[in-house]
């Protein structure tokens, strides 16, 4: 203790140098942490996106590929699925539920989905939360929607307001529904997941505003108006894929292995936690590349203070030679310059935490809402934990190599003049 309380007085008396460096530690230990918690709460995230799901059912084609389109929204389906094959699993007795969905239109860059009134009684999120409004009530006739809560805020909707669909995905869209415009009539609380980004229709609706369509063309010299599709039959023909849920998970493998294995057309089953690890380790390596790079920066940080600490080190000759004079041994200066060492990265983890917490508390909200990933408050997990141990040993590990140095000099070589 005695030898804290020196290095201590120590860095004192070089305040502004040891400031600079607790700095320089605590910058590298915030971006370490924050990284780290960011990660695992993006993943955290990532697996919230959709529960309480037992398969989700698409044309054959890829697993992730089939999570992609159907649970995100990013990319497209390879084909469609027909009513009659989605009827005939929604009928199976082993069911409790299925979601239809029906993609490919747009609202200014927002996807649109076209669904039923099972989509707000049975998706799930979040450890199986149940989708909320905001404001206002799920669609009952064709040409309603309920747009979800980024679709909402960027757009600046509001309740009866008319928005027109726009045929396609892209972000611009030149073929427009106009003479069948929708009338917003929900909007979803904030969930963190695609469904903020999505305009949810009635699968009638996409039905009604594609009945002057044929083979995604419209028809020259056809139209039909949007009061003369209403008394259409509007039963959809195909749709995108469907979500199942069952009444036994004992059942999952054996529904799953019969949808794959249906003869009149080509379908494909997959469990959603599976899928989304298996998209989640192709992103491994980004994830890797991410958490490699704050390490350098923490190494990049203990560097530095080795460097002043080395650069300082000549400057304190003298102050070791007084030192030795009054009885102290080489190993006593050992222990006092890896003491310093220990004490600035000490000091520099106890800043990083709480630049850590200040910006965690500052950009919370705003993080929730633009990027849907909520950032917790807690207290550090045992791998954070683990990290600031690791950065505590660098630091006395580099204070090793000044104290070394420190201790080879002599009290011969302290009081004496170099020329």
């Known amino acids: 203790m005695a030898i804290l309380s020196l290095a201590w007085k120590s860095l004192l008396n070089r305040r502004y140098t040891a400031a600079l460096i607790v700095l320089s530690i605590a910058l590298s230990v915030t971006l370490l942490l924050g990284v780290e918690r960011v990660r695992v709460e993006s993943r955290n995230s990532f697996a919230n996106t959709i529960s309480g799901t037992d398969l989700v059912v698409g ?16 990319g497209d389906a390879t084909n469609n699925i027909s009513w009659k094959s989605y009827r005939h699993f929604a009928e199976n007795p082993q069911v409790a539920w299925t979601i239809p969905i029906s993609l490919g239109d747009s609202h200014k860059g927002f996807r649109v989905l076209g669904t ?60 427009l529904h106009k003479d069948k415009p929708f009338e917003v009539v929900g909007i979803l609380a904030p ?10 229709i009635p699968l009638q609706g996409i039905e009604a505003i594609h009945k002057d369509w044929v083979s995604g063309r419209q028809v020259a010299g056809l139209h039909i108006s949007a009061q003369q599709a209403l008394k259409m039959d ?35 089953a997959i469990l959603p936690g599976v899928a989304l690890q298996q998209l989640w380790d192709l992103m491994g390596i980004a994830e890797s590349a991410l958490l490699l790079v704050t390490v350098l920066v923490v190494a990049v940080g203990l560097v530095g203070m080795l460097t002043a600490m080395l650069a300082g080190l000549n400057e304190r000759r003298r102050e070791m030679a007084i030192l030795r004079s009054v009885g102290a041994r080489p190993g006593h200066i050992l222990l006092l310059i890896t003491g310093e060492s220990l004490l600035l990265s000490l000091l520099g983890m106890a800043l990083g935490l709480l630049l850590l917490y200040g910006g965690l508390l500052l950009a919370q909200s705003h993080v929730e809402s633009y990027y849907g990933l909520y950032l917790p408050l807690g207290l550090p997990s045992p791998r954070e934990w683990l990290m600031l141990g690791l950065v505590a040993a660098a630091g006395l590990l580099i204070g090793l190599i000044p104290g070394y140095r420190a201790y080879r000099y002599s009290l011969a070589d302290g009081m004496s003049i170099r020329i």
């Not at 199986?128 to 909402?152: I, M, N, S």
């Not at 969930?191 to 949810?200: F, I, K, L, W």
């Open 234 to 268: 509007l039963t959809p023909k195909l749709i995108t894929a469907f979500m199942v849920g069952l009444k036994s998970r004992i059942a999952t493998f054996r529904v799953q292995r019969e949808i794959n294995e249906y003869r009149k057309e080509p379908l494909l």
């Open 191 to 200: 969930t963190g997941t695609p469904v903020d980004r999505t305009v949810h």
């Open 116 to 175: 039923n009134g099972d989509y707000f009684r049975h998706y799930r999120y979040a450890h199986k939360r149940q989708l909320a409004f905001q404001q206002g009530r799920p669609f009952e006739g064709v040409y309603q929607a309920v747009l979800g809560y980024d679709v909402a805020r960027k757009l600046h909707y509001r309740i009866g307001q008319k928005i027109v669909i726009a045929h396609g995905a892209g972000m611009t869209s030149f073929t």
């Open 59 to 74: 044309a054959r084609s890829g697993a992730i590929n089939l999570l992609l389109y159907s649970v995100f929204r990013i």
